[in-house]
Nanobody
């Protein structure tokens, strides 16, 4: 069964750090690109970071320099290290695994983990 399970969310003060994990249910994960997205109340889901199956990462300007995405294919797990957190980073964070082969797309999502940044 294909499954992604996020963990590591919580409450942190501004300027603090959190590390999110995304555990995949099997080695299929190694063939997929991975991404982290977030959705704040009343807002659309937005991209936070992506990483290819071989480890090339990309970030939007809103988190560049503060967030780091990584993956350990031996453990079928992806990570999002978040530093210098701001209140506007508060959201539910989701991990995503995607693979595109010709006309076919496989796309899986985790259940989400809440991150709250506040005094």
């Amino acid at each position: 069964q294909v499954q992604l399970v996020e963990s590591g969310g919580g409450f942190v003060q501004p300027g603090g750090s959190l590390r999110l994990s995304c555990a995949a249910s099997g080695s299929w994960f190694t063939r997929f690109a991975m991404g982290w997205y977030r959705q704040a109340p009343g807002k659309q889901r937005e991209l936070v970071a992506t990483i290819t199956s071989s480890g090339t990462a990309n970030y939007p300007n809103s988190v560049k320099g503060r967030f780091t995405i990584s993956r350990d294919n031996a453990k079928n797990t992806g990570y999002l290290q978040m530093n210098s957190l701001k209140p506007e980073d508060t959201a539910v964070y989701y991990c995503n695994a995607v693979r595109i082969a010709g006309p076919f797309k496989e796309d899986y999502w985790g259940q989400g983990t809440q991150v709250t940044v506040s005094l």
